[in-house]
């Protein structure tokens, strides 16, 4: 059976580019980088290489790009290298309620260290208000970490503004730009973040590899302890074939990006308009003018979205519903119910997060087979009636 993958949103595959630099590194580049013989100084000098090219993606300077291993990483060391980077005293974060793991579980830790966490809440429409984040500030506020993009819903947050309200409070700006890098520009200075955070896997570079910017001069407590890599910054010897993967990937998607995302755009709105019409009892989630071009999160009333799920994979679509499975039981999206679903309709979601190997023919075969999906499904539904 012919599969078709519509998760870009989890993870993408390498990319022909990328592979083309990667393989030849791993086999040729692979001394260590502070070594000071020929096989470490090219090591460095193509780990250099990535590095400005990533920073070209983030339209900043490369000093201020630090490798580590990926989205996870990067966001624990701006969160938790930032507040611990503060004299000990009160200390309070402001964060939103529609964050991936990888910022609400540093946030948790920093809560059982004593620091006070306000969860900004979110709107239906999936887009943070700078308002409710100015209400939330208190003198101690040291740190706003808000994404860039939601991983769920596409959401592009107000960072301009929030970065406003950070800078008039004397507190820094951390955005997890991991669903953003790669689909909408980044210029983490227009932007005005202090740290922004961005993952390999989630830009057609392997999974392992991700980047922190950190803005010059900012004070960062390490989170991990051992040799003077990256500038004192994150400690241990360099991934350098995942950074050149990076760097590729990176350079592959800023000259394809403004043609890529209006081509995906399209197909998106192909998806989700063909879905409506033809589904009764479905909408879509969230906001639809502030997206990423590549993402649709939409509700069939009456159904399970993990059974959903299976039917289309069984069809042959990798799609996903964006519930967590915890102790066995499937709890429902965290940034769905945030904003403000109710419980059977977060349930009752999923997530279809276009990539490059999306075509119209492949959109069109989507739309029918959800089409089939939800009505086989919600004939065995005890909850469905057609008017719902
Ligand atoms: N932040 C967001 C918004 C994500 O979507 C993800 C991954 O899904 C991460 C962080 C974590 O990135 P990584 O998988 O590279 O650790």
Do not use: W
Request: aromatic share 4%; hydrophobic share 40%.
């Amino acid at each position: 059976m012919q599969r078709f993958y519509f998760d870009h949103n989890a993870t993408t595959p390498v990319s022909p580019a990328v592979l083309e630099v990667l393989v030849p590194a791993l086999l040729e580049v692979y001394g260590n980088a502070s070594s000071i013989h020929h096989d470490g100084q090219l090591a460095k000098q193509r780990l250099e290489l990535a590095r400005r090219q990533t920073a070209e993606l983030l339209h900043c300077d490369p000093k201020e790009v630090v490798f580590l291993s990926g989205g996870t990483e990067a966001d624990n060391l701006a969160i938790l290298g930032i507040v611990r980077s503060h004299p000990a005293g009160r200390k309070h974060v402001i964060t939103t309620a529609i964050e991936h793991p990888a910022v609400m579980n540093p946030c948790r830790e920093l809560e059982r260290e004593g620091v006070d966490v306000t969860y900004v809440r979110v709107g239906r429409d999936g887009v943070a208000d700078p308002a409710e984040i100015r209400r939330s500030l208190r003198p101690e506020t040291v740190l706003i970490s808000v994404m860039h993009a939601n991983n769920e819903l596409g959401t592009i947050q107000p960072l301009e503004e929030i970065s406003k309200i950070a800078r008039e409070a004397g507190a820094l700006l951390h955005a997890d730009g991991v669903q953003a890098a790669g689909k909408i520009p980044v210029d983490v200075k227009a932007l005005g973040a202090d740290l922004y955070s961005i993952s390999g896997h989630k830009l057609y570079a392997p999974k392992g590899v991700g980047a922190l910017y950190v803005k010059a001069g900012t004070n960062l407590a390490p989170i991990q302890f051992g040799g003077k890599h990256e500038r004192e910054r994150r400690p241990g010897t360099e991934n350098v074939p995942g950074a050149i993967a990076l760097g590729a990937a990176a350079a592959a998607s800023a000259s394809t990006l403004a043609v890529e995302s209006a081509r995906l755009g399209a197909l998106r709105d192909r998806l989700e308009n063909g879905i409506l019409a033809q589904v009764p009892s479905s909408g879509v989630n969230g906001e639809r003018s502030r997206r990423t071009p590549n993402t649709a999160n939409i509700f069939f009333d009456g159904l399970e979205g993990e059974a959903l799920v299976i039917s289309l994979d069984l069809k042959g679509f990798s799609v996903s519903s964006g519930s967590a499975c915890s102790s066995g039981a499937v709890e429902p999206s965290h940034v769905l119910l945030a904003i403000g679903l109710p419980r059977e309709r977060a349930r009752a979601s999923l997530r279809f997060s276009l990539g490059r190997s999306n075509t119209e023919e492949q959109v069109d075969a989507l739309i029918d087979a959800v089409s089939e999906s939800v009505a086989q499904l919600r004939k065995l539904s005890p909850t469905y009636t057609a008017s719902v």
